[in-house]
């Protein structure tokens, strides 16, 4: 049986807030990941059991390999309709932040989220929570925000009306945040809830294939390349990087998720303490995107706020670099050289 991860008077808090409240919103980081869809699409079908009606907005695209979701083509992207989506942010009684633990992380759409009256609550599961809220429920151990949606499902009292609408964007952002379940993901609870979304029938190993046999011949080609071509390897340290350049991202097709996952295909080597991703922002210029991967204690989530200004967890963080790729290389072999 789970233990409950908010007191009793959090919970009850958390009901009057949404019982008071007409217009509900989730929302969720930019370059949104399957956390952090499928908690906007979980947590959205926990309001639903509660009797409210749901609007998810998010910053901007996300993956093609997750448009599978149930319920996405509900979902409102900042982006490609801001004059409505500032109006609702504005007019929201509740916003529900998910999956991000500063409002910066939510890009363009930062100022209408801060400048919603809204009250706002907090779902998420990254270190030092920054946001301004009614309510934050901030569990830096679990595995992904969506483990936190179903706890508090569990806590709630709903899940044993949850349908499919809810078991699979959970257990998709479980499975996405846990590299499939291969890191951050020994605590036995995780498992528990695994079980019991299987209750709902959900078909695990095809949302499996859905996102991570769901990808283009292009981004195929593009794996191979880095892995031949672009991939450094620093055996002295254990260490390995490599760069995706504009002009590499154009030859290979570049869409949106392409890049997801790369950054995990050299940790195979034997040894490898940790693997960066460096890639150019397909329109602005001097950004570098940089994703870090690392294995046991080696703290990923300090070089990458040290050098990248970035942060995340242990095993897997990010950043992002205001230079050239070539400075930002320089970065990178300097970062290495002091953590390795």
């Known amino acids: 049986m789970l233990e409950n991860i908010i007191t009793e008077q959090a919970c009850e808090q958390l009901r009057t807030l949404v019982s008071n409240a007409n217009t509900i919103i989730c929302v969720c980081h930019r370059s949104p990941d399957g956390d952090a869809i499928g908690s906007c699409l979980g947590w959205a079908e926990c309001l639903h059991m509660m009797g409210k009606e749901v609007q998810v907005i998010i910053p901007d695209q996300y993956p093609d390999f997750l448009q599978w979701l149930p319920n996405t083509e509900k979902i409102i992207r900042y982006d490609k309709h801001k004059e409505g989506c500032d109006w609702t942010l504005q007019h929201a009684d509740l916003i529900f932040c998910l999956d991000f633990n500063t409002a910066s992380r939510t890009g363009e759409m930062c100022d209408a989220l801060c400048a919603s009256p809204a009250k706002k609550v907090l779902i998420d599961h990254h270190l030092g929570p920054d946001v301004d809220t009614t309510l934050t429920i901030s569990r830096p151990e679990a595995s992904s925000t969506c483990e936190l949606v179903f706890r508090l499902a569990w806590q709630l009292g709903l899940f044993e009306n949850a349908t499919k609408h809810f078991a699979v964007p959970v257990y998709c952002g479980m499975m996405t945040d846990t590299g499939g379940f291969t890191f951050n993901s020994n605590d036995p609870d995780i498992f528990f809830i695994i079980g019991q979304l299987l209750t709902k029938r959900i078909n695990?190993?095809?949302?499996?294939?859905?996102?991570?046999?769901?990808?283009?011949?292009?981004?195929?080609?593009?794996?191979?390349?880095?892995?031949?071509?672009?991939?450094?390897?620093?055996?002295?340290?254990?260490?390995?990087?490599?760069?995706?350049?504009?002009?590499?991202?154009?030859?290979?097709?570049?869409?949106?998720?392409?890049?997801?996952?790369?950054?995990?295909?050299?940790?195979?080597?034997?040894?490898?303490?940790?693997?960066?991703?460096?890639?150019?922002?397909?329109?602005?210029?001097?950004?570098?995107?940089?994703?870090?991967?690392?294995?046991?204690?080696?703290?990923?989530?300090?070089?990458?706020?040290?050098?990248?200004?970035?942060?995340?967890?242990?095993?897997?963080?990010?950043?992002?670099?205001?230079?050239?790729?070539?400075?930002?290389?320089?970065?990178?072999?300097?970062?290495?050289?002091?953590?390795?």
């Not at 950054?263 to 940089?290: A, C, F, H, M, Y």
């Not at 205001?322 to 300097?334: G, M, Q, Y």
């Open 204 to 340: 695990k190993d095809k949302i499996y294939r859905n996102v991570y046999h769901n990808y283009s011949e292009n981004r195929i080609r593009m794996m191979g390349y880095v892995l031949y071509e672009k991939l450094v390897y620093d055996a002295q340290r254990h260490a390995a990087y490599f760069t995706l350049s504009r002009e590499d991202l154009k030859r290979f097709h570049f869409i949106k998720g392409d890049a997801e996952g790369l950054v995990n295909i050299p940790q195979q080597i034997k040894g490898l303490k940790v693997s960066i991703s460096l890639r150019e922002d397909t329109e602005k210029e001097n950004l570098i995107w940089v994703s870090l991967r690392s294995v046991d204690d080696f703290p990923c989530n300090e070089m990458a706020a040290q050098f990248f200004n970035g942060g995340g967890h242990l095993n897997a963080s990010g950043g992002r670099l205001e230079c050239s790729l070539d400075e930002a290389v320089r970065i990178t072999e300097k970062a290495i050289a002091a953590f390795c």
